[in-house]
């Protein structure tokens, strides 16, 4: 037994001492290279990327970091590649066998294949026209959410119930993005059929106002919310519209200040938001 474990130390520190060393190197060479290929992605890119006079400088942040970590990720799984086939070579492994049994199964695999390719080009056509960045809010085939990762094949989403939704590019029709450039309170509200509508319009035109005037909702709103038009004549109430503009993600957050704020200076002017009514007429059967 003691000598055979000689025998196995006397065998594996040359190995280490040879084969070991190089396959450190390797390794440590690998991610070096990484490294400064990314740093060097990162800057091309940041000086490559035309400027769009219409984004925000956030936005064209967003747009430059979506495709450093995608040039990024690609370029280290080809590292990665090329420095695993490289160990296991030094390892003593014959790669031949294997890069050939890589082709024969490419082969069998090149019909599947075609679906990856969709999703690859529809992919780089996403990413080029930019439709849509990491962080923007997106809905895509009716599953919404903020989108976590975009890779060539694959974008993925969070919706607010937290659930993670994976959507290969090849599978997208339509994308509606809800935080691009800008984006929009559109608010309908009930008032009843005998308020006076000139008053209505003050009210909500000057709580926009107030909004817009707000230390914090003021850095938040590109353009205050007001009154657009009488939207509808309801069964039991009048429907006036609101728009006004915000920064991209704020709209949800400055709609739901407005309603509390229209709800307190309703209830202040004697503004009556009515709620469906029904009259039930009791019938008496004679006697």
Do not use: C
Not at 75 to 99: F, N, Q, R, S, Y
Not at 112 to 136: A, H, K, P, T
């Amino acid at each position: 037994m003691e000598h055979s474990f000689k025998e196995w130390i006397d065998n594996i520190i040359p190995w280490l001492l040879n084969h070991g060393i190089k396959i450190l190197f390797i390794a440590l060479g690998a991610f070096i290279i990484n490294l400064i290929i990314s740093r060097i992605i990162e800057n091309a890119v940041r000086i490559a990327v035309i400027r769009d006079e219409t984004m925000t400088a956030e936005a064209e942040i967003q747009r430059e970091n979506t495709l450093i970590r995608i040039f990024n990720k690609t370029i280290e799984v080809v590292i990665i590649l090329i420095a695993l086939l490289m160990i296991l070579k030094e390892g003593g492994l014959d790669i031949g066998p294997m890069l050939a049994g890589a082709g024969i199964v490419g082969i069998a695999v090149g019909f599947g294949g075609q679906y990856l390719i969709r999703d690859v080009i529809s992919g780089l056509f996403i990413i080029l026209e930019n439709q849509y960045r990491i962080g923007d809010v997106i809905t895509i085939n009716g599953k919404g959410g903020s989108v976590e990762d975009i890779s060539l094949r694959k974008t993925t989403l969070r919706d607010l119930d937290g659930t993670v939704h994976h959507i290969p590019h090849g599978e997208i029709k339509i994308v509606s993005n809800q935080s691009k450039d800008f984006a929009r309170i559109n608010i309908d509200i009930g008032i009843a059929y005998n308020s006076n509508l000139e008053h209505v319009i003050n009210v909500i035109n000057r709580t926009g106002e107030e909004l817009a005037s707000d230390p914090y909702f003021g850095e938040l709103i590109v353009s205050p919310p007001k009154f657009l038009r009488v939207n509808e004549f309801g069964e039991s109430a009048i429907m006036v519209k609101i728009l006004g503009d915000t920064k991209p993600l704020k709209q949800w957050e400055v709609a739901g200040e407005l309603r509390k704020r229209l709800k307190i200076a309703f209830d202040r002017e004697g503004i009556e938001i009515p709620f469906p009514q029904r009259v039930i007429h009791h019938a008496v059967e004679k006697e």
